[in-house]
């Protein structure tokens, strides 16, 4: 009967402890959010250097800077990317290099189809809020396997793959209507689908309370869209998402 008591006492004793971390843990991250400043680079400054870095890079002109033994000590002890890039995994968008960027000036999210799901929300609430990036970047590219898949929707696709089908379906079928209506062509339908989805995406992440939902309101981080072509090595950003 003791040894129950005892063990009873114990379990309550290790929740409680439990909720007690939980708290402080949270109270932690809380004032780490409120204890971080802004990047000096805004937003604005930051499309252009972004520009001028795939400029170089399409002219054969990369100057791969900060990736010296110098930057590597340097961010080691902590990092302050001026820059969120939500991209594609796609092995042919290397983002370092399309932008001919250095060690810690870039925090990167990739998943096939740039699909976010509560991981990537997190990774990119964490960029914005405590890294203090105030520009976040939605990357498609051209030609985009995911994207594929998903304009032919109808075919069965394996394992968890049909994850990413599903949340770039809706783009998908917007296209689709577009292309039943004669406004698009048929061989435009995937690339016309990558820029939807890129749309739809930033207007996700405009939307996604309370981190960059509020950080879009008040100012403080732009969210746009690009595409990377292929092709050309070329990074289009796309106007009609530049602003808020």
């Known amino acids: 009967m003791v040894s129950f008591v005892k063990l009873k006492f114990n379990n309550k004793l290790k929740q409680i ?79 370092e290099i399309i932008f001919d960027e250095g060690l810690g000036d870039l925090f990167i999210v990739r998943t096939a189809g740039q699909v976010s799901a509560a991981a990537s929300f997190g990774s990119i609430e964490f960029a914005e809020a405590v890294l203090g990036a105030n520009l976040i970047v939605v990357l498609g590219h051209t030609e985009c396997g995911a994207v594929a898949a998903s304009c032919n929707y109808q075919n069965a696709v394996p394992g968890n793959i049909i994850a990413l089908v599903n949340a770039i379906k809706p783009a998908a079928l917007r296209v689709e209507g577009q292309v039943k209506a004669g406004q698009i062509k048929q061989e435009e339908f995937v690339n016309a689908t990558v820029r939807e ?43 009609e998402t530049l602003n808020p």
């Open 17 to 95: 402890m439990k909720k007690t971390l939980l708290v402080f843990s949270l109270a932690f991250f809380a004032a780490t959010l409120s204890a971080q400043t802004r990047n000096p680079i805004n937003a604005d400054q930051a499309i252009e250097r972004l520009k001028a870095g795939n400029s170089r890079f399409v002219q054969g002109k990369t100057i791969h800077p900060r990736q010296s033994p110098e930057r590597i000590r340097e961010v080691a002890k902590g990092q302050k990317p001026f820059a969120i890039i939500v991209g594609c995994a796609d092995s042919r968008v290397p983002n």
């Open 197 to 239: 989805n890129v749309r739809m995406q930033v207007e996700q992440l405009r939307n996604l309370e309370p981190i960059l939902a509020n950080a879009v309101r008040t100012g403080e981080a732009k969210i746009v869209g690009a595409v990377y072509h292929l092709a050309t090595g070329v990074v289009e950003f796309l106007p």
